[in-house]
């Protein structure tokens, strides 16, 4: 198939980042030459630009697709542009181009500028073909008998599965016809997808994902032939790879749905064979999950007010507290309660979610917090690898009572009882959540009700380094029901005002939820250069190397901090979790250094905080442990000192040769006096490390440490340390580990340490771990699963699949 005409068309690729079943493509391979573009104009993306995670993803699949198409005979032409109608004029006149093609797309944004696109080529006389890429049925394909929107899934979805035509995938072209004519286009650096200072942070990503659409399509295959036939028990487990983990690739379009569809009911027709009823059922239950994706698209197109607006109007009136700590404790993973803590660094550290934890975080945002679900739709939305904007509108409107067929708004759930239902183990919240690796299970999810010898001897103490609730659970359920019964009231007030206008029986209900609590702009503090985002609240997971220059203030110099991290992620403990920092509770365009904190750290202060606090944030954690070893003697205070004695050196004298020597001595002693220290952080560490290869240590849990039983957790933390354990001694490029580690990588060892399998996830100490389970593009996240809105057991709507 392909260049059987004469035309001369533009592809315009968007989010269908592939070769096989994109009927754009096809179809203008079949008619002539091609020229395919990709346009990237941040300035037409506005408040859903997106957010940094996301922007790797999408450079690495341009990458691919590239190199796919140039296989298959054309280029991938890249532009960016102020514009995307002027870049696309650009390039039908470069080529005389006779027709322009591309495949729909449904998010609120996307539906208003192609109307204008297509509205514009038309008045040029440019024959415009858009065809569907995305979904197994256009939005305006499925209506009820009146003709009217559906507005709950389970009618939507038995609609979907009984539709007349089924979903059909197009051939991939064989070869293309590279159109003639040139643009002005650029490489894929100068796309500006991903800022200089990005680079480190998101280098980790790529140990764990690998995006690209022949990837995609190795996730899928695995995933049918390995774990579809658990999904629907083991999609509650969020400890494990028990889903798909295809969203990432999926948003971008590297798959088709209607590929992933067949795919399934292929396999559920052989297993409706054998006969397999439970491998029949499992299908059944994953098929539900990409109807609610296909849900997402049809309520966004058929009521495209819903990025901003519940779809019900029942939350017009709600009393919505606007208060930025608790936004900001949130974000941080400082809320006191484990489960949604730990949700919450994960998220920060990976970008990435399990269905069920996204439910738990996003719905304590609403329900306990009273924040506008805006705010947390727009976070999700800045952090997520798989950031949809569908996807995300149908998530947090299902969480916050604004769907018919969603959680409702009274429905509170307890962290506390969904962490023992969901996290039995507690190994979720240790995995992420060190602090209180040494709690034990029976705590683990309320550490406030345990007995204060217990904390003690797990290290914690509430408050000082894991905060106490950030509310009583009661009072949250009080302060909810309070705000449901004012909403009421307000409605009713309201109802009566509108019967009360006489002569009028016709009411514009705008429906403006929160109208006048816009979404609180984050901006990082301090920058020398502006982040490259106009993303709000853009992630970064933290930096391995850094350098950053320092103000001249505080008693620090002008160098150059160099600060290499080849393990730890420097910051993957937000360090500012003192919620008192947080003076600002109101006016929205707060400067919000935690976010650089979440990130490759740029502020000044910031800096300090990282080259004294956060050590000795650090020595607390290791001192808390290594009392157990009657060794430990060392004073992390010295570390502080070092700017001080620069400052005071600055004082001595104003000739500059003699304030230079005597900088010169200084800085050798102070050199001696590191190697000293860090001699003795290496030395405290290995016996720390040697001494707790039994029962466990702050770096690899605790689990089973208090319990008499001896269970295979115990044994199998019974092992030798590796180099890769090592997290003090290893942050230091000039510590005997590091040199160590460095002499191990000149003989030809692992970059990763001796131990450590490359494709590893990232981990809360960054230490990169392999998970257990699967392996190739699925180690990277480490979240397993659910696909429906809804998860919990006693849920009968939405998602749930009883
Ligand atoms: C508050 C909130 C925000 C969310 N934001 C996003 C988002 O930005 N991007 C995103 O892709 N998903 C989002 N989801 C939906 C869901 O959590 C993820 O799609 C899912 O966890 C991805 O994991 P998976 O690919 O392993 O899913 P699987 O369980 O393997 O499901 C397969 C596919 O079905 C689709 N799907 C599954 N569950 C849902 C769902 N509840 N809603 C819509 N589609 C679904 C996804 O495309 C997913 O990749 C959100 C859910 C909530 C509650």
Same mark, same amino acid.
């Given at each position: 198939?392909?260049?059987?005409?004469?035309?001369?068309?533009?592809?315009?690729?968007?989010?269908?980042?592939?070769?096989?079943?994109?009927?754009?493509?096809?179809?203008?391979?079949?008619?002539?030459?091609?020229?395919?573009?990709?346009?990237?104009?941040?300035?037409?993306?506005?408040?859903?630009?997106?957010?940094?995670?996301?922007?790797?993803?999408?450079?690495?699949?341009?990458?691919?697709?590239?190199?796919?198409?140039?296989?298959?005979?054309?280029?991938?032409?890249?532009?960016?542009?102020?514009?995307?109608?002027?870049?696309?004029?650009?390039?039908?006149?470069?080529?005389?181009?006779?027709?322009?093609?591309?495949?729909?797309?449904?998010?609120?944004?996307?539906?208003?500028?192609?109307?204008?696109?297509?509205?514009?080529?038309?008045?040029?006389?440019?024959?415009?073909?858009?065809?569907?890429?995305?979904?197994?049925?256009?939005?305006?394909?499925?209506?009820?008998?009146?003709?009217?929107?559906?507005?709950?899934?389970?009618?939507?979805?038995?609609?979907?599965?009984?539709?007349?035509?089924?979903?059909?995938?197009?051939?991939?072209?064989?070869?293309?016809?590279?159109?003639?004519?040139?643009?002005?286009?650029?490489?894929?650096?100068?796309?500006?997808?991903?800022?200089?200072?990005?680079?480190?942070?998101?280098?980790?990503?790529?140990?764990?994902?690998?995006?690209?659409?022949?990837?995609?399509?190795?996730?899928?295959?695995?995933?049918?032939?390995?774990?579809?036939?658990?999904?629907?028990?083991?999609?509650?487990?969020?400890?494990?790879?028990?889903?798909?983990?295809?969203?990432?690739?999926?948003?971008?379009?590297?798959?088709?749905?209607?590929?992933?569809?067949?795919?399934?009911? $292929?396999?559920?027709?052989?297993?409706?064979?054998?006969?397999?009823?439970?491998?029949?059922?499992?299908?059944?239950?994953?098929?539900?999950?990409?109807?609610?994706?296909?849900?997402?698209?049809?309520?966004?197109?058929?009521?495209?007010?819903?990025?901003?607006?519940?779809?019900?109007?029942?939350?017009?009136?709600?009393?919505?507290?606007?208060?930025?700590?608790?936004?900001?404790?949130?974000?941080?993973?400082?809320?006191?309660?484990?489960?949604?803590?730990?949700?919450?660094?994960?998220?920060?550290?990976?970008?990435?979610?399990?269905?069920?934890?996204?439910?738990?975080?996003?719905?304590?945002? %609403?329900?306990?917090?009273?924040?506008?679900?805006?705010?947390?739709?727009?976070?999700?939305?800045?952090?997520?690898?798989?950031?949809?904007?569908?996807?995300?509108?149908?998530?947090?409107?299902?969480?916050?009572?604004?769907?018919?067929?969603?959680?409702?708004?009274?429905?509170?759930?307890?962290?506390?009882?969904?962490?023992?239902?969901?996290?039995?183990?507690?190994?979720?919240?240790?995995?992420?959540?060190?602090?209180?690796?040494?709690?034990?299970?029976?705590?683990?999810?309320?550490?406030?009700?345990?007995?204060?010898?217990?904390?003690?001897?797990?290290?914690?103490?509430?408050?000082?380094?894991?905060?106490?609730?950030?509310?009583?659970?009661?009072?949250?359920?009080?302060?909810?029901?309070?705000?449901?019964?004012?909403?009421?009231?307000?409605?009713?007030?309201?109802?009566?005002?509108?019967?009360?206008?006489?002569?009028?029986?016709?009411?514009? %209900?705008?429906?403006?939820?929160?109208?006048?609590?816009?979404?609180?702009?984050?901006?990082?503090?301090?920058?020398?250069?502006?982040?490259?985002?106009?993303?709000?609240?853009?992630?970064?997971?933290?930096? $391995?190397?850094?350098?950053?220059?320092?103000?001249?203030?505080?008693?620090?110099?002008?160098?150059?901090?160099?600060?290499?991290?080849?393990?730890?992620?420097?910051?993957?403990?937000?360090?500012?979790?003192?919620?008192?920092?947080?003076?600002?509770?109101?006016?929205?365009?707060?400067?919000?250094?935690?976010?650089?904190?979440?990130?490759?750290?740029?502020?000044?202060?910031?800096?300090?905080?990282?080259?004294?606090?956060?050590?000795?944030?650090?020595?607390?954690?290791?001192?808390?442990?290594?009392?157990?070893?009657?060794?430990?003697?060392?004073?992390?205070?010295?570390?502080?000192?070092?700017?001080?004695?620069?400052?005071?050196?600055?004082?001595?004298?104003?000739?500059?040769?003699?304030?230079?020597?005597?900088?010169?001595?200084?800085?050798?002693?102070?050199?001696?006096?590191?190697?000293?220290?860090?001699?003795?952080?290496?030395?405290?560490?290995?016996?720390?490390?040697?001494?707790?290869?039994?029962?466990?240590?702050?770096?690899?849990?605790?689990?089973?440490?208090?319990?008499?039983?001896?269970?295979?957790?115990?044994?199998?933390?019974?092992?030798?340390?590796?180099?890769?354990?090592?997290?003090?001694?290893?942050?230091?490029?000039?510590?005997?580990?590091?040199?160590?580690?460095?002499?191990?990588?000149?003989?030809?060892?692992?970059?990763?340490?001796?131990?450590?399998?490359?494709?590893?996830?990232?981990?809360?100490?960054?230490?990169?771990?392999?998970?257990?389970?699967?392996?190739?593009?699925?180690?990277?996240?480490?979240?397993?699963?659910?696909?429906? $809105?809804?998860?919990?057991?006693?849920?009968?709507? $939405?998602?749930?699949?009883?």
């Amino acid at each position: 198939m392909g260049s059987g005409g004469n035309s001369k068309t533009v592809v315009w690729f968007r989010r269908d980042l592939r070769i096989e079943d994109n009927p754009a493509l096809s179809a203008a391979a079949r008619d002539g030459s091609v020229l395919a573009v990709f346009i990237w104009c941040p300035t037409e993306e506005q408040q859903f630009y997106p957010g940094r995670v996301s922007r790797w993803w999408l450079k690495q699949s341009l990458i691919q697709l590239g190199q796919s198409l140039k296989s298959l005979g054309a280029d991938l032409v890249l532009m960016k542009a102020q514009s995307t109608i002027s870049a696309l004029i650009e390039c039908i006149t470069a080529i005389g181009a006779t027709k322009v093609v591309f495949n729909q797309l449904y998010d609120p944004v996307s539906l208003v500028r192609d109307h204008v696109i297509k509205q514009k080529l038309e008045e040029l006389d440019v024959p415009v073909q858009t065809y569907n890429a995305d979904l197994l049925y256009e939005p305006w394909e499925v209506y009820n008998d009146e003709g009217y929107a559906f507005t709950t899934f389970n009618e939507y979805w038995d609609k979907c599965l009984k539709m007349q035509n089924d979903p059909v995938i197009r051939l991939p072209p064989c070869r293309l016809v590279q159109a003639e004519g040139s643009v002005e286009d650029c490489t894929i650096e100068e796309l500006g997808l991903e800022d200089e200072s990005e680079k480190p942070s998101n280098a980790l990503l790529g140990r764990g994902w690998t995006p690209g659409w022949t990837n995609a399509e190795k996730a899928l295959t695995t995933f049918i032939e390995n774990h579809l036939i658990g999904y629907a028990n083991d999609r509650q487990k969020v400890t494990e790879n028990s889903t798909s983990i295809l969203s990432p690739y999926i948003h971008f379009g590297e798959i088709s749905i209607r590929k992933v569809f067949h795919s399934v009911i $292929m396999k559920q027709i052989l297993w409706a064979k054998e006969p397999n009823h439970h491998g029949e059922t499992n299908a059944t239950y994953f098929l539900r999950s990409i109807g609610l994706r296909e849900y997402s698209r049809y309520i966004c197109f058929n009521f495209p007010f819903t990025h901003e607006k519940s779809l019900l109007s029942n939350l017009k009136h709600f009393p919505w507290q606007a208060n930025q700590a608790h936004f900001k404790a949130w974000r941080q993973g400082r809320t006191g309660y484990p489960l949604v803590d730990a949700g919450m660094r994960e998220l920060w550290a990976t970008g990435w979610l399990h269905n069920k934890i996204r439910v738990i975080t996003a719905s304590f945002l %609403v329900k306990c917090l009273l924040l506008p679900w805006q705010w947390g739709m727009k976070y999700f939305w800045d952090t997520l690898l798989d950031a949809d904007l569908e996807c995300d509108i149908l998530g947090w409107q299902y969480i916050s009572g604004s769907l018919p067929d969603g959680h409702e708004l009274h429905r509170l759930d307890n962290p506390e009882v969904q962490g023992f239902k969901f996290d039995p183990e507690g190994e979720y919240v240790r995995q992420w959540l060190p602090e209180l690796s040494r709690v034990p299970t029976e705590w683990i999810h309320h550490p406030w009700n345990a007995p204060s010898q217990v904390l003690q001897a797990a290290g914690v103490e509430l408050g000082l380094n894991y905060p106490k609730p950030i509310i009583d659970i009661e009072i949250a359920r009080d302060r909810l029901t309070s705000a449901i019964l004012l909403m009421n009231e307000k409605e009713s007030a309201s109802k009566q005002e509108d019967n009360n206008c006489e002569g009028t029986n016709e009411v514009v %209900v705008d429906n403006g939820d929160s109208a006048n609590l816009p979404i609180p702009k984050v901006l990082l503090r301090k920058e020398k250069k502006p982040c490259p985002s106009t993303s709000s609240n853009d992630q970064k997971v933290p930096s $391995m190397h850094k350098e950053v220059s320092v103000p001249n203030n505080n008693n620090y110099n002008n160098n150059k901090i160099d600060r290499k991290r080849s393990k730890l992620l420097e910051g993957q403990e937000p360090d500012e979790y003192n919620l008192h920092d947080c003076k600002t509770e109101s006016g929205f365009a707060e400067t919000d250094d935690d976010l650089c904190s979440t990130a490759v750290s740029s502020s000044a202060s910031k800096k300090q905080k990282q080259a004294t606090g956060t050590i000795s944030d650090r020595s607390r954690i290791l001192g808390v442990h290594l009392n157990r070893s009657s060794t430990f003697s060392f004073n992390f205070r010295s570390f502080s000192n070092l700017g001080f004695m620069e400052s005071q050196g600055q004082k001595t004298s104003n000739n500059p040769k003699v304030l230079l020597s005597s900088l010169m001595s200084k800085r050798q002693k102070l050199q001696e006096e590191l190697r000293t220290i860090e001699k003795q952080v290496y030395e405290l560490e290995t016996s720390y490390l040697q001494e707790s290869s039994n029962f466990g240590n702050v770096w690899r849990g605790y689990e089973g440490f208090l319990s008499s039983s001896k269970n295979t957790t115990n044994l199998k933390r019974s092992r030798k340390f590796q180099h890769e354990d090592r997290l003090f001694s290893l942050s230091s490029v000039t510590s005997p580990a590091t040199e160590e580690l460095n002499a191990g990588r000149e003989e030809g060892r692992s970059d990763l340490g001796p131990g450590r399998p490359k494709g590893g996830g990232l981990t809360i100490n960054g230490q990169g771990k392999p998970k257990k389970g699967r392996t190739g593009p699925r180690d990277g996240r480490k979240i397993r699963l659910s696909n429906d $809105m809804d998860d919990d057991d006693d849920d009968h709507d $939405m998602g749930g699949m009883r």
